[in-house]
């Protein structure tokens, strides 16, 4: 069995948003369905997209468990966006996260280093 997952995000300015997860991801989307939504591939199969929806911006909770967290946080900061908090969870599991300019969270976690 396949599984895609696509992770949206609600955002009030489509333009600055689209700016800032460029940023954050590091990249232009894969493609853009229509002319409200752009699409970042993260992993085969496994997409986040931002859509402008006016009005339900800000509530995303959005967390990606990644093996190279501090190169990505280091390649992020290079781009402009630090991050609103970095977490040690008594596991050793670490969380950084980010909120876009409509409040959205997008974290990153990772193992201990």
Known sequence: MTLTLF??????DYATAL???????????????????AVWELAEHRYVYIEHRPGHA??????????????RVAGIAQRGVEPTSRETYANGVRKVT????????????GASA
């Open 7 to 12: 992770a949206g995000i609600p955002v009030n």
């Open 19 to 37: 700016a800032w997860y460029e940023r954050l991801l590091g990249s232009q989307p894969a493609f853009f369905p229509n002319d409200k939504e």
């Open 58 to 71: 800000g509530h995303a909770l959005h967390t990606v468990f990644v093996d190279d967290l501090d190169e």
């Open 98 to 109: 980010y909120h876009d300019p409509d409040g959205n969270e997008f974290g990153f976690g």
